[in-house]
């Protein structure tokens, strides 16, 4: 009982030395776990749980569309496996999850953890989930003209300040990604800002705001992600929770499709 | 309550479940009922994205049907709960009574479990 009394104590007491510790805004490096309680790009239905605020996504009618043909694991419009609405999820199929998904993909320790290192002419983001990387170039090059690239999974990024908050603009996204496990689209003229501040010695908060004007009728913000401060973690060996096609496939096969019981 | 080899088709509301699952296997189960079952292990992987167990159960024919099921939580998840937690936890031969949600595949023989006791220890 008086560990019971005591935790909120600790708890608060933690935090008020998170708040008052020292720290430069400028140095975003560290592990960091998304705390966030949305998992997606914003707080679409599904995403909150019970009683949450949730809000639609600006689609427009191709968006809609393309929303449509995108069948979930999760959420409102979840696939059945019973019925030919068989789930699509690019997850599922080990495909890389690509920039904003990568970003919002896992609220739940320990594959919540976003790793940043800041080189002097790059900051890399090293995400636990599937043990991806992106670089963000911080070296003053502009970003290329979207006509000039391939779209890639993880797109094309540069990053700069602008006070204590860190910008990074990206374009040339790959529109076969989802913005998070609800289906949302996107296409390859997406252009995603992404904002960064440290807060406080242990809490990283960002937003999104991306702009796609044949999808969404306006730019659409995502909600805040909070992540805090793991120095734990920088003391383990890393989970490597790698998603193992071979594995995954049998996977779905077997247990998500239910196929267990019934192969010939 | 009378447990038999192959159990009961329970209509347990399951109520609000805890928002864990990383793949689309949500979907796949009726979480509105539960079924509970004894078997005896075959097979146990603690593997990403969730562990799975292999378990052989006694229809009420005698016959032994092969039944799987899905742990909700991937491996890094349940070590971070309990830290008993490896390959070896669950261990062919051992005896589990299970609490799970079935598939929505009716045929299928897939569930996903809700509640774990091996050799009379509750473990989830």
Not at chain 2, 44 to 73: C, R, S, T
Request: glycine share 6%; proline share 7%; aromatic share 10%.
């Amino acid at each position: 009982m008086r560990h019971l009394v005591l935790a909120p104590l600790v708890l608060i007491s933690q935090a008020l030395i998170g708040q008052t510790k020292s720290f430069d805004p400028h140095d975003l490096s560290g592990r960091w776990d998304r705390t966030s309680p949305y998992e997606a790009y914003s707080n679409v239905p599904g995403s909150g749980g019970r009683n949450a605020i949730v809000a639609e996504a600006p689609l427009t009618a191709a968006g809609r569309a393309a929303l449509e043909k995108n069948i979930p694991g999760v959420g409102p419009r979840a696939g059945n496996p019973a019925t030919s609405r068989k789930i699509n999820d690019p997850m599922d199929t080990c495909d890389p999850m690509g920039v904003p998904r990568i970003l919002n993909v896992e609220i739940i320790a320990p594959h919540n953890t976003m790793e940043i290192v800041q080189l002097p002419n790059r900051m890399l983001e090293f995400f636990e989930w599937h043990h991806d990387w992106r670089e963000v170039w911080t070296d003053g090059r502009p970003l290329p003209k979207t006509d000039d690239l391939e779209p890639k999974w993880n797109g094309y990024s540069v990053g700069r300040w602008d006070g204590d908050t860190f910008i990074v603009n990206s374009i040339g996204l790959d529109d076969r990604t989802w913005l998070g496990r609800y289906g949302y689209p996107h296409t390859d003229e997406m252009k995603l800002e992404e904002r960064y501040q440290r807060v406080d010695a242990n809490t990283l908060e960002f937003t999104m705001i991306l702009t796609d004007p044949k999808y969404y009728s306006k730019p659409w913000a995502s909600d805040k992600k909070i992540f805090k401060l793991n120095r734990e973690k920088a003391k383990q060996w890393d989970e490597q929770a790698y998603c193992v096609p071979s594995v995954e496939f049998q996977f779905n096969q077997l247990i998500r499709d239910g196929g267990f019981g019934n192969q010939k | 309550m009378k447990w038999m080899n192959l159990l009961v088709w329970a209509m347990v509301p399951v109520g609000c479940a805890p928002l864990l699952a990383h793949h689309g296997t949500f979907a796949s189960y009726d979480r509105d009922k539960t079924i509970s079952m004894k078997g005896t292990v075959t097979q146990f992987q603690f593997a990403y994205p969730h562990p799975l167990i292999f378990f052989d159960v006694k229809d009420e024919n005698g016959n032994v049907v092969h039944w799987a099921a899905e742990m909700l939580e991937s491996p890094g998840i349940l070590k971070n709960k309990d830290a008993n937690w490896n390959k070896d936890y669950i261990k062919p031969n051992d005896q589990l009574t299970i609490v799970c949600n079935p598939h929505k595949v009716a045929t299928a023989k897939v569930c996903r479990a809700q509640e774990l006791t091996v050799n009379d220890k509750k473990i989830y």
